[in-house]
C-alpha cells in the first residue's frame, strides 16, 4: 500500500508526487474529476500507470494528497503551526481554514468546478484534522479520548462553521468572525482534555464531596 505523503522522505518519491498533483491540477482546468482518468494524469505527469499505483491508490487519493499539499503551503505562508488546544492556536488555524475557503471557493467557480464540492470539503477537512493531529499527538496521553478521535472531531467542526461563514452572503471579515468560532470550538477542546486537578471547578467539586462525608 503506498505510504502518505507526510512519510515520504526520499527526494525522488517526492518529486514524482509533485508531478502527480500538478498534472490533476492543470486537466482540473480542462476537465470535470469525474471524465479525469488515471491514464491522464500519468501522462500529464511523463510516468506510467504503474507509478501512478506506487503512490496512489486511486485519483481520489491523489485528489486528498493535492488538497493537503496545498494547505499545508498556505500554512506554511504564515507560518502556522497547531501546538496545542489553546484559543490563540485555534484563531490562527479558523482564520486560516476561512480565507482558504474563501480563495478555493472564488477558485472554484473560475474554473467551473463547483460539481466536486463534496470531494474538496472531505480533502479540506482531511488536511485541517492533519495538521490538528500532528499537535494533539504531541500532547498524546493528555486527553480523555484518543488524539485521533479529537482531531476528527475539532477539525469537523472548524470546517462546519468556516464553511457556513464563506457561504453567507453577508458576512462578516474573517477576521471579525473568528472570536466567535474560537467561543463554539474551544469548549469541545477542553471537553477532550482531562480537567487540572488544581483547577477552581476541581478543587470545589473535590471540597463539596469532602464536606458530604463528613
Known amino acids: 500500500m503506498p505510504i502518505s505523503d507526510c512519510d515520504v522522505r526520499d527526494p525522488r518519491m517526492k518529486r514524482t508526487r509533485q508531478l502527480l498533483q500538478a498534472a490533476l491540477q492543470r486537466l482540473l482546468q480542462e476537465k470535470t474529476f469525474d471524465e479525469i482518468l488515471v491514464q491522464d494524469i500519468a501522462e500529464a505527469a511523463t510516468v506510467n500507470r504503474a507509478t501512478f499505483y506506487d503512490h ?70 482531511l488536511a485541517i484534522r492533519r495538521i490538528l493531529l500532528e499537535g494533539l499527538r504531541k500532547r498524546a496521553g493528555k486527553f480523555r479520548v484518543s488524539s485521533e478521535i479529537a482531531a476528527s472531531t475539532v477539525s469537523g467542526a472548524i470546517f462546519g462553521a468556516a464553511k457556513e ?50
Open 56 to 125: 496512489y491508490t486511486d485519483k481520489f487519493a491523489l485528489f486528498d494528497a493535492m488538497i493537503a499539499s496545498d494547505f499545508h503551503r498556505f500554512l506554511e505562508e504564515r507560518n502556522i503551526r497547531f501546538v496545542g488546544p489553546c484559543s490563540s492556536a485555534l484563531a490562527a488555524i479558523i482564520l486560516a481554514v476561512c480565507d482558504y475557503l474563501k480563495q478555493s471557493h472564488a477558485n472554484r467557480n473560475c474554473a467551473g468546478q463547483g460539481s466536486f464540492t463534496p470531494l474538496m470539503d472531505a480533502a479540506i477537512t
Open 165 to 214: 461563514w464563506v457561504n453567507s452572503g453577508d458576512r462578516q471579515a474573517a477576521a471579525e468572525v473568528v472570536p466567535s468560532l474560537v467561543k463554539l470550538v474551544l469548549p469541545l477542546v477542553e471537553g477532550i482534555a482531562p480537567r487540572h486537578p488544581h483547577s477552581a471547578k476541581y478543587t470545589k467539586r473535590k471540597t463539596r464531596r469532602n464536606a458530604s462525608r463528613l
